[in-house]
Nanobody, 115 residues
Framework: QVQLVESGGGLVQPGGSLRLSCAAS????????MGWYRQAPGKQRDFVAD???????TVAGSVKGRFTISRDSAKNTVHLQMNSLKPEDTAVYYC?????????WGQGTQVTVSS
């Protein structure tokens, strides 16, 4: 079974930065892709960014230029660096791992952008 544990969420002021981490219980190269989604209260879960096992990166237009995704294979971890944060970025952020068996999700970490 695969476990994904997110960390790094918290309260930050508009314009600030935060780095989220997702630690997997196995090699991230076991997955076709790993990425981040977010869900604000009362809204659907939306795609934010992902990275394939080959290193191809996709970033949602709403966060392009502000968010970057990266990986640390030695630590079985992917990161989401969030800069120039806006109040509309407030959401629970979830890590997702795509495997041939199926998709796996972390429990999420809360990000709140507010003065």
């Amino acid at each position: 079974q695969v476990q994904l544990v997110e960390s790094g969420g918290g309260l930050v002021q508009p314009g600030g930065s935060l780095r989220l981490s997702c630690a997997a219980s196995r090699s991230i190269f076991d997955f076709n892709a790993m990425g981040w989604y977010r869900q604000a209260p009362g809204k659907q879960r939306d795609f934010v960014a992902d990275i394939t096992s080959g290193g191809t990166i996709t970033v949602a237009g709403s966060v392009k230029g502000r968010f970057t995704i990266s990986r640390d294979s030695a630590k079985n971890t992917v990161h989401l660096q969030m800069n120039s944060l806006k109040p509309e970025d407030t959401a629970v952020y979830y890590c997702k791992a795509q495997h041939v068996v199926g998709n796996y999700w972390g429990q999420g970490t809360q990000v709140t952008v507010s003065s």
